[in-house]
Structures are given as C-alpha cells and as structure tokens.
C-alpha cells in the first residue's frame, strides 16, 4: 500500500481530503472529484446514504466537489485550501447535489 503524504502548504481540496481519508483505509482513489465518481459504485437515488458514502455535486459532465457522508444528514467537506475543513449539511437550500457513490463496492 501506498504511504499518503502530507498536503501542500494550504491543505486540502475536496478530492485530496475523500482521496486521503479512503487511502488511511486501504482504498485508492482516483485525484479529482469528476474522476471519483466516475470509479464509485453509484447509490440509486432512493436508497439511503451509508457513513462513509461519497456525495457529489454539480452535473454528470462535471462534478465540482466530493465530501464523505458522516450520518444524519451531514458530511466532512473541504471547502478549498486554505479554508477549514469542516462538519456541514450534505444538502441545502439550491444545492446542486449529483449522487453519491460507495467507493470499494
């Protein structure tokens, strides 16, 4: 297995932080949020979320962000770098939410 290293002065984006996060697991994924999802094994629309479950949002063609479904409605996201990575809603009001995926699946 592969070591993860440290993110680059300014921390995480939103596909370094699922990338790092799955890889202190065991399981390797892809560098950005459009090719994550395009790996994961799609959640059909009205199955519910499991913790651990990948959220994304924009559209098929190009999916801008990726966070790590926690439970109850909310996730652990990195906003961009420099900003904090935090514990937030998955939804909310005018999101563009896309689906979600079960990476290793």
């Known amino acids: 297995m592969r070591k993860f290293r440290e993110p680059a002065e ?3 984006d939103c596909s370094g932080l699922t990338r790092a996060a799955y890889l202190a697991a ?5 560098r950005t949020a459009q090719t994550q999802y395009e790996a994961g094994s799609v ?3 009205r199955e519910p979320l499991q913790i651990g479950d ?18 109850d ?3 652990i996201t990195a906003p961009g770098r420099k ?3 935090k514990i937030a809603p998955y939804r ?3 999101d563009d939410y896309f ?5 290793g699946k």
């Open 92 to 94: 909310w009001q005018k």
């Open 26 to 30: 065991g399981i390797d994924l892809p």
């Open 99 to 103: 689906g979600a995926t079960r990476p």
């Open 43 to 45: 959640v059909p629309p």
């Open 54 to 71: 990948l959220v994304f949002y924009g559209t098929a063609s190009n999916i801008h962000h990726v966070a790590i479904y926690i439970g």
């Open 73 to 75: 409605g909310q996730m």
């Open 10 to 12: 300014g921390g995480f």
């Open 83 to 85: 900003k904090v990575v």
